[in-house]
């Protein structure tokens, strides 16, 4: 193609190539499913890698091999000379949730099927379609003979837990090659009407685990009158941070919560909710209090919380124990929306703690933290992609300015970089679940996709 060619003379160029060579891309995508990456299995882990690996070389990417000792090897590749830079996130474990028995498919998990316009296999919708169609992309612009305008990343991580704790490390040891002009994070899905959904952000973990000591050992209760209670003091320590779920009560909790501007707020709050969906896991009992939220889309994204997650003292659950226990410890789950810290809340906690005289003794360890995140809905690149959404899709995307999700997306986020999530899947996709699934158009429309916003970033 000449340099004089049009942007829209490019797109449609790459669009072509990825129609010609679609169905190649469909066995490769099953090839890449049949791979069984999950995060207990390293011989699987490791081929996955090593497969994905000399696929970003026939790119004619650079590839580097990043070891860690808390995950499995992480790749940082990259092609292309432009000006601008677009970094791709994705992993190649599969698994997020406990994803149930292996009996509960209609085929094999492992074993990719194509019936009804879909193609089911684990890890298909969460994140090997995401990740491979961000090569495949790649692949269509040397098959259309259009130069790659701009330098085009990929970090690809291969988690051992949740969390991702090694990916701080990578992003720390690797800014020049993290700071980029945009980043498509790793997945996102249509709704039912085909309207592409955009990520801009998620809310942030803060996972704490506090415990209080008061004996050596769990002793008989006939001596109760003597004994401090170690149960009692966690109780009413997890009770004082847990008393209202939005955290009002703790002085300072929600000082720093940014305010929503007027359109990102319409926007969320007119994002779909199925209350029938959530009366029907959580029970009837539900029913009353949820119909008097005006809108749950809109709560369940910018309402910070505060979750007592479990507490153990004692003996096995069900045992009749005639005891005093020595210790006890409880799970304490924060979720933080932008403009909170995770420095800051647990500043918050130590000071309520300590105004209730809950304090003394208590050992509070922090378990998991991730800081949340938002990209600017009016922004640039916020902007590129959502043209490219509908130039690829026929409909105007829909710009979800924050998510219920947690995640890592503020690691590059703070090197200012700014992060949209986009991808293959539909509500209906049975993410980590029995029978996973994306629609196969889908895959060519997610293809079309990324090289709209290619180009647009370009242009």
Known sequence: MTPAATPQERVDAVWEAIDASFDGYLDELEELCRFRSRREEPDGMLATKEWIERRLRALGASVEVVESARAYPYLLARVGTGERSLLNFNHYDVEVEPPGPDEAWTTPPYEPARRDGRMFARGIAD?????????????????????????????????????????????????????????????????????????????????????????????????????????????????????????RHVPGFLDAVTPWGEADAAALAAMPFDREYLVGRAGESLRDSLDAVESPAFAVRTTPTIVLSWIHAGPPEGSVALGVPAGCRAGIEVRLVPGQSTEGVLAAFRAFLAEQGLDDGLDIEVRRAGEPEATDSSGWFAGVVAEAAELAHGAPPVLEATTVWIGTRALVAAAGVPVVGVGIARPDSSVDGPDENILVEDYRLGLRHLAAIIVGMAT
Request: net charge negative; hydrophobic share 50%; charged share 25%.
């Open 127 to 247: 994140d090997k379609a995401a990740l491979l169609s961000r090569i495949h992309v790649v692949d269509a612009f040397a098959k259309a003979g259009v130069e790659l305008p701009v330098e085009v990343r990929f970090l690809v991580e291969g988690k051992r837990t949740l969390g991702a704790p090694a990916l701080a490390g990578v992003v720390d040891g690797y800014p020049d090659f993290v700071r980029a002009d945009g980043a498509l994070w790793e997945n996102s899905w249509s709704d039912f009407d085909g309207r592409p959904l955009l990520k801009l952000g998620e809310k942030g973990i803060l996972y704490l685990e506090i415990g209080f000591r008061a004996l050596d050992r769990d002793l008989s209760s006939q001596n109760a009158i003597l004994l401090p209670q170690a149960a009692a003091r966690v109780v009413a320590a997890a009770a004082a941070l847990t008393r209202f779920t939005d955290g």
